[in-house]
């Protein structure tokens, strides 16, 4: 029961894992509720509550960061809502159609689309705003991945020592 349980927590971090990068699966929660989940089948032995509040403190950064990342880095590169929302709808159907490159290039040309079609701008603008939503997509997306991985390591750490 044991190794099944850690093998199923396994899989879904890693699943969470690669949420961390696709915008369409909440990545970094779904690690932690694979930790939580494998917490409460092994009676918390590998690790306790403190450590599942610190790190579920740290999800819930992760998914305020990563917000603010997409947003400021849009907003400094002069996006507007329109921008932001085609940024969205690029990058998920970027990544339903051509997978990750399409994610990245989805976003750019997403925020792009957007800000000429609703935003009013013209192509430099628009030029400008995909470019502010993608590196803030990016970054947040490095900083997600980064804390899933995280998260993965202290796991195993907890469960093999």
């Given at each position: 029961m044991?190794?099944?349980?850690l093998i199923i927590c396994l899989i879904i971090m890693l699943l969470g894992l690669a949420g961390a990068v696709l915008p369409v699966l909440?990545?970094?929660p779904v690690i932690w509720l694979a930790m939580l989940a494998y917490g409460w089948f092994m009676d918390w032995v590998p690790y306790g509550l403190t450590a599942m509040l610190v790190t579920g403190f740290l999800v819930i950064l992760?998914?305020?960061v990563d917000q603010l990342a997409t947003v400021l880095g849009a907003r400094k590169f002069g996006a507007s809502r329109a921008g932001m929302i085609g940024s969205v709808l690029g990058a998920v159907l970027g990544v339903i159609f051509f997978n990750i490159i399409g994610l990245i290039l989805?976003?750019?040309f997403g925020a792009v689309a957007g800000?000429?079609?609703f935003g009013g701008r013209n192509l430099r603008e628009s030029m400008n705003s995909g470019l502010g939503a993608l590196l803030?997509?990016?970054?947040?997306?490095?900083?997600?991945?980064?804390?899933?991985m995280g998260l993965i390591v202290y796991f195993l750490y907890a469960i093999i020592f």
């Open positions: 044991n190794i099944a349980v909440p990545g970094i992760t998914v305020v989805g976003a750019f800000e000429l079609t803030g997509f990016l970054a947040g997306s490095l900083f997600k991945f980064a804390l899933g």
